[in-house]
C-alpha cells in the first residue's frame, strides 16, 4: 500500500483533543440550538444557497440529456404530440365548462354550512431537482424556495393529488416531505361516504395506511380518499390516494388498511405549490411557531 | 523536501466538493441505500495523510455542509464526523503501517462509529430511523477504502 507519504509520518498534531472537544462542542450547540429555537433558520437559508450550486451541478447533467432528448425528437413524434395534446385539451375543455358554476356552488354551500376548510387562491410551480437528499426518508428538493414565497407547511401537490407538504424553506430551493414519509400524517376522508381519519407515510414510496380505523369502519379496497381540509394546511376535496387493501383482524380493534398514494411520488418531476385562500386562512386558529417542522 | 514545508488545501478542497456532488448524485431507488458516505472516507483520508493540514476543521465544515445538504438537524453530521475524524487522526501512525484488510477494518470502525452518533443524534431528537439499511452504508464504504486511498495518492503525488 503506497497510498500514504512517509514523510509526514513523524509530525505531531498539536491540539487535537482540544480541537475535537471544541469542534464537538460547537456541533453539540449548533444540534440543540437547530431544535429548540428558531434562530438558526436564516442561517440555513444562507448556507443551502452555498449548497445550492453543487445541487446545480449534480442535476444538470440530467437536465442536459433530457434537453438534448427534447431537441433531436422527430417531426412525426411532435405530430403526434399535438394531436393527442389536442385531444385531451378538448377532453379537459368539456369537463372545466361546468367548473365555474360547480365551485361558486359549492362556495355557497359552504358558507351554509359554516366550513371553514381551506379553498385554493394560488399556486406556483417548481421542479424536482434531480437530487438525492436521503435515502432513508421521503423527501425530495424543488427549485422555488423563500424568494418565491414558499413557507413552510404549505400544501404541494402534483396533476394526480396530494404530494406532500413544504418542510423547510431556503433562499433558493425548498424541501417537500413526501405523503409516503414515515413522520408525514394528512387529514383525509373516504370521499364515498365522508369518513374522516388520518393518512400516515410508511416510508416506502408507493404505500400509505390508515392505522386509525376501527375494524367495523365502512371501508373497501378501491375507495378514494380526499383531503378533508381539517387542520388547515391542505385545502379540501383534493384526491391523496385509494385503498388498495383492507385486513381485518377480529382479533384485532383496529383495521389495517393499505392506500395507493394518487400522486405519482416517484415520477413527478413538476409540483403545484398550492396557496389557500385568505378567508378561508383568517378563520383558522393562528398557526403554532413553526420553527421546527417536525417533531 | 519543499512539500513538507508549505500544506497544499487545494486537493483537499476539491476532493471534499467531488465527494459532496457524489453524496447527492441522484441514484436508483435501490441502490441508493448502497451508497457509501464518500466524504466521510476522504475526510478520513486527509486526517490520515496529512493531519496537520487541518483534517479536523474539514471534519467540520464537510459534516455541516452534509446537514445542509441532507435537510436534518444542523451539527448532526459536523458532530459525527468530528468525533470520528478525530479518531482517524489519533490512530493515523498505526493505520499507515496497517495491511490493506486492517486499514479496511479499522476504517469499518470508523464509519460504524459514525452511522452510530447519526444514529443517536436521530433518536435524540425525534426522528429514529431504524431500517437496517443504514448500517450497509459502512460495509461498502470500507470495500472501497483501498480503491478511495489508491485513487487520492495518485492525484496527490502530481
Known amino acids: 500500500m503506497v497510498a500514504f507519504r512517509s514523510t509526514d509520518a513523524s509530525g505531531r498534531v498539536t491540539g487535537l483533543l482540544f480541537r475535537c472537544v471544541l469542534y464537538s462542542l460547537l456541533a453539540l450547540a449548533l444540534i440543540i440550538v437547530d431544535k429548540r429555537y428558531a434562530h438558526l433558520v436564516k442561517i440555513r437559508q444562507v448556507l443551502s444557497v452555498a449548497a445550492y450550486p453543487v445541487q446545480v451541478a449534480v442535476a444538470s447533467p440530467f437536465q442536459g440529456w433530457n434537453w438534448f432528448r427534447d431537441s433531436v425528437t422527430t417531426r412525426d413524434v411532435l405530430r403526434a404530440d399535438k394531436a393527442r395534446l389536442e385531444a385531451e385539451l378538448r377532453v379537459a375543455q368539456f369537463r372545466l365548462q361546468r367548473y365555474e358554476a360547480l365551485e361558486a356552488e359549492t362556495q355557497r354551500l359552504r358558507a351554509l354550512r359554516d366550513r371553514t376548510e381551506g379553498v385554493t387562491d394560488r399556486f406556483v410551480i417548481g421542479d424536482v431537482m434531480n437530487v438525492d437528499l436521503d435515502a432513508f426518508r421521503e423527501r425530495v428538493l424543488v427549485d422555488k424556495g423563500a424568494g418565491d414565497g414558499i413557507y413552510v407547511g404549505q400544501a404541494v401537490l402534483d396533476s394526480g393529488g396530494v404530494f406532500g407538504q413544504v418542510a423547510r424553506v431556503g433562499q433558493l430551493t425548498s424541501e417537500v416531505i413526501l405523503v409516503s414519509d414515515a413522520a408525514h400524517a394528512i387529514p383525509v376522508q373516504i370521499n364515498r361516504n365522508g369518513l374522516r381519519t388520518i393518512a400516515v407515510g410508511t416510508g416506502e414510496t408507493n404505500r400509505l395506511k390508515l392505522p386509525y380505523l376501527p375494524t367495523s369502519a365502512d371501508v373497501t379496497a378501491g375507495d378514494l380518499l380526499v383531503t378533508s381540509g381539517l387542520g388547515g394546511g391542505f385545502p379540501a376535496g383534493y384526491p391523496v390516494g385509494t385503498i388498495a387493501e383492507v385486513k381485518r383482524d377480529p382479533a384485532q380493534s383496529l383495521a389495517d388498511v393499505d392506500v395507493k398514494p394518487a400522486a405519482a411520488l416517484d415520477r413527478s418531476k413538476e409540483l403545484l405549490f398550492v396557496w389557500l385562500k385568505p378567508q378561508a386562512a383568517e378563520l383558522l386558529p393562528p398557526p403554532k411557531p413553526v420553527a421546527v417542522p417536525k417533531k | ?158
Open chain 2, 1 to 158: 523536501m519543499m512539500r513538507e514545508t508549505r500544506i497544499r488545501r487545494m486537493p483537499m478542497a476539491l476532493s471534499a466538493v467531488g465527494a459532496l456532488a457524489l453524496a447527492v448524485v441522484p441514484l436508483p431507488a435501490v441502490l441508493d441505500a448502497f451508497r457509501p458516505d464518500f466524504l466521510v472516507l476522504v475526510v478520513f483520508y486527509w486526517c490520515i495523510e496529512s493531519p496537520r493540514a487541518g483534517g479536523l476543521s474539514l471534519a467540520f465544515f464537510s459534516g455541516l455542509a452534509l446537514d445542509v445538504i441532507h435537510g436534518v438537524v444542523l451539527g448532526q453530521h459536523a458532530l459525527a464526523l468530528t468525533l470520528m475524524g478525530a479518531w482517524a487522526t489519533h490512530l493515523r501512525l498505526r493505520i499507515r503501517v496497517f495491511s490493506v484488510l486492517s486499514q479496511c477494518l479499522t476504517v469499518f470502525l470508523l464509519l460504524t462509529g459514525y452511522q452510530f452518533v447519526l444514529f443517536w443524534v436521530d433518536g435524540a431528537t425525534g426522528n429514529p430511523v431504524t431500517t437496517f439499511g443504514r448500517w450497509l452504508a459502512p460495509l461498502i464504504g470500507a470495500l472501497l477504502w483501498p480503491v478511495l486511498t489508491n485513487l487520492m495518492g495518485k492525484i496527490h503525488e502530481r
